[in-house]
Structure formats: C-alpha cells, structure tokens
C-alpha cells in the first residue's frame, strides 16, 4: 500500500517569507507526528496528533510554527516569517497508535535564504 | 523521564564484518517498546523492529539481529557480514503509555559506514 507521503520534497523560501509543507499519511493510521532533522542531527519532535484529541505541540520550536491536521488525515504544517535557522529536513511519520512503530515520509528539504 | 543512548556516534567497518550497534534506554515502566530505525544516505527513515518489554527472545532477521536483555536495559542490534547497502545512520527508540504520553524518545543515532 501507499506509505507516507510529503510535498513538496524540496523548499527554497527567502528570510520572512511563510511556507507550508503537507503530509499526506498512510490511510487507517491515527497517529501523526512532525520532525525536524538538521544536518547531520537527530530527530527534533515538533508535534503530534491522534485521532481527534488535540494535539501535543510541546516541541514546537516557537509560535512562528503551527500545524493542523483536516479529516484526521491530511497534516500541514506552517512556518511563518521563516528564519535561516528553520532551515532543515521536516518529516512526517504516521503510525496506527502513539505507542507502536513509526512510518516516515521522505521530509521536506526545507532552505530558508 | 526517559532515555536512550546510543554511545557510538560513528562506526566504520570493511565488507563482511560484523558489526553491533549498541543501544541503553532508561525507563520507569515496566511495560514498553524498543525499536529500531534505519536512515540510508537517500534520507527515508524506516522501521526494522519492534520489542515488548515482556518478550526478551532475540530476533533474528536474515543478516541482522537483535539482543534484548532487561538486565543490562540494552537493546543492541547485530550486523552479520555487513555490505555496503548497511550504510546508513541507525536509531534506536523506546516509548511507554505512562511516560511522554506514549510518545517515543530517540536515540541520537549511530552512523555506520561499510567500506568495499
């Protein structure tokens, strides 16, 4: 079946500008999560929905940065007044409950000049 | 709190070696999941294992295997006759109901580099 899915797979924005990166994840999972990876880093949780609870952001980085989630599937997530330092990989996992294992997308490069 | 700690950040090795990614978590519950998780130089994240806390039966899968021993809190992943497809960076994870709301803690990743 179709894994998780994200777009656009590269993003260059300027300083200031706000950008949105979707998530489309597997179908049947309540579970999704967003991540930031820098180079060469681990994984920095951002934030987390499941189901139609509201949604664990204690990871985002700051206010500049939120997400919803439609339908309980699709997933956007938004950075406003980009900074250079937003510049990384996003990704998405999706999985069946917030316990179990974690399916990936392929991130979302995101480049803020 | 949780916590997991991949003390090895590199390892290299030649074609064929074995090779043990190590893996140490902390945690109050006595109910909880281990993985693993591989991220190939192409960037896609993808899940290899999962482990109950109950189950300490090793795994074995083709070339790779896993060591789950309560003890020692360890939970060290295998790599027999490594190739250079192994390449890649390997985290380890661990989540629990009672702690961080379910969600997991990850290690900071061990890269392992297979050499020809």
């Known amino acids: 079946g179709a894994g998780v899915s994200q777009s656009p797979s590269n993003k260059v924005t300027e300083k200031g500008k706000d950008v949105e990166l979707r998530c489309d994840p597997i179908s049947g999972h309540t579970a999704l999560y967003w991540y930031r990876q820098s180079l060469g880093q681990g994984l920095e949780f951002l934030i987390y929905?499941?189901?139609?609870?509201?949604?664990?952001k204690s990871g985002l980085p700051s206010d500049r940065f939120s997400a919803e989630r439609t339908g309980g599937s699709v997933s956007t997530l938004t950075i406003q007044r980009t900074q250079q330092e937003d510049s990384a990989v996003y990704l998405c996992?999706?999985?069946?409950?917030?316990?179990?294992?974690?399916?990936f997308g392929p991130g979302t490069r995101l480049t803020v000049t | 709190a949780q916590k997991v700690t991949q003390a090895q950040t590199e390892i290299s090795v030649v074609e064929k070696e074995d090779v043990t990614l190590d893996c140490v978590y902390e945690?109050?519950?006595?109910?909880?999941?281990l993985f693993w998780y591989k991220q190939p130089p192409s960037g896609e994240l993808v899940f290899l294992i999962r482990?109950?806390?109950?189950?300490?039966q090793n795994e074995i899968s083709g070339r790779y295997s896993w060591n789950f021993q309560k003890s020692t809190s360890s939970f060290n992943f295998t790599i027999t006759a490594s190739q250079v497809v192994d390449s890649a960076v390997y985290f380890c994870?661990?989540?629990?109901?009672?702690?961080?709301?379910?969600?997991?803690?990850f290690g900071d990743g061990t890269t392992l580099t297979v050499k020809p």
């Open positions: 945690t109050r519950d006595t109910t909880y999941y």
């Open positions: 929905f499941q189901g139609n609870s509201a949604p664990d």
């Open positions: 996992a999706s999985g069946v409950a917030v316990v179990y294992e974690q399916y």
């Open positions: 994870a661990l989540s629990s109901f009672n702690t961080n709301a379910g969600k997991s803690t």
């Open positions: 482990r109950n806390s109950f189950d300490e």
